[in-house]
């Protein structure tokens, strides 16, 4: 294409119309540390940062600044990402949590349970107490005023009761607008309310992930039974789903990979290489469809400034909601000035810029080049 970036439909809702919406992706070649990306988070300051299968990155609009194990931070797959309240990043990685604190080091601290191989999923409600999902059950500690641990070196384990298993997987962590935590587990879903009692909602399936509507119904995507919304006052023991999307609804997989709610109240869902549209609250519409190159995989994420990322093998891709997609010097362009555009016979994209720099787009990225005038 001449534009350079790749648009492709979106079908919104029952009638199915078309949107186009350009992508751009990076890259090791654009300063990621992998090209397997895992998860996305924006964060006060604005920047970016993306968790990948051994490092991760801090993206600024322009450039990566990496941090993994060649540059001293052994930190491996990273698997979550939260910003506590006050305002440090924690960053979840195999038997680890890692805090960065802007200009010092990185503490490292380990759930109270050798058996957690794996730290799956942060989530720091409105109380302040942060909660940690590991393979091994739900742990908890909470921050000082100083942003600092609590004093116990080990987190606290937390106790689900039955049918929860020791080494329970917890895969996902959400705080509705009531305050009651949401635990998405290999056996179904769990519901802490504030004062500690614990609901189970047991499952012949694994809940991947949670997400709420604009209603404020929570929606769950499985391993093996699609997307299901609940009622709207789950109670254990009876049955708590109140619409199901599975293939009768066009789903395309039952796996579902990630939930994610935008910021126009949309709630999609990533099944390998197609991203999904549930149907609004009341509705029983067919699940409206797009489908990405390559495989989306974990981090769906939505920007500040409405971009939606996501992940998987191909690396960190961006997709412009807004239909714009903007190009600067990390992707080759010389000079942010642009006196002239033009095509050339081959069909390629040509940039003139300010300082009489002649940039050639290659589909996905400049290279630039200073003639040598008299």
């Known amino acids: 294409m001449g ?3 790749l648009c492709l439909p979106l079908l919104i809702g029952a009638c199915l119309q078309a949107a186009q ?15 397997f990306v895992t998860c996305f988070l924006q964060d006060s ?3 970016l940062w993306v968790g990948t299968a051994d490092g991760l990155a801090r993206f600024d609009g322009r450039q990566f600044v990496t941090y993994d194990s060649e540059r001293g931070l052994p930190l491996g797959r990273v698997f979550d990402l939260l910003e506590s309240r006050s305002g440090f990043l924690w ?14 080091s990185w503490p490292v601290y380990k759930p109270g349970d050798e058996k957690a191989r ?4 942060l989530l720091q409600d409105r109380s302040g107490t942060i909660w940690v999902g590991t ?9 000082s005023a100083g942003g600092n641990a609590a004093e116990a070196p080990e987190l606290e384990w937390v106790d689900l009761g039955p049918p929860a298993l020791p080494g329970l997987n917890v895969n996902a962590l959400f705080e509705d607008r009531r305050g009651a935590l949401w635990i998405a587990a290999e056996n179904g879903l769990y519901r802490r309310q504030p004062d500690g009692h614990v609901d189970p909602f047991v499952a012949n399936d694994t809940v991947s992930s949670l997400a709420e509507d604009r209603h404020g119904r929570l929606w769950i995507g499985t391993w093996r039974g699609g997307v299901a919304r609940l009622v709207a006052e789950p109670v254990p023991g009876r049955p708590f789903v109140e619409f199901g999307c599975g ?4 789903l395309a997989s039952k796996r579902i990979h990630f939930l994610v709610r935008l910021s126009d109240g949309r709630l999609l869902a990533s099944t390998g290489d197609i991203l999904e549209e549930m149907p609004a609250a009341g509705a029983r519409s067919r699940c409206a469809v797009q489908r990405f190159p390559g495989t989306i995989g974990d981090g769906l994420y939505q920007d500040r400034q409405g971009n939606l990322w996501f992940g998987g093998e191909t690396g960190a891709s961006r997709v412009a909601l807004n239909g714009f997609v903007s190009y600067s010097q990390v992707d080759g362009l010389g000079d942010l000035a642009v006196r002239a555009i033009a095509e050339d016979r081959a069909g390629d994209l040509i940039v003139v810029s300010r300082q009489i720099q002649i940039n050639r787009f290659d589909g996905r990225r400049f290279t630039s080049v200073e003639p040598n005038l008299p």
Request: some cysteine; proline content about 8%.
């Open 118 to 121: 794996l730290v799956l999923a």
């Open 45 to 47: 300051r604005g920047f």
């Open 21 to 35: 919406f350009p992508i751009k992706t990076y890259t090791t070649a654009d300063g990621l540390p992998r090209n």
């Open 3 to 5: 534009c350079g970036t």
């Open 247 to 250: 293939a009768a609804e066009g």
């Open 91 to 104: 960053v979840a990685t195999r038997r680890r949590l890692w805090r960065f604190p802007p200009g010092s």
């Open 135 to 143: 393979d091994a059950g739900l742990f908890r500690f909470r921050e």
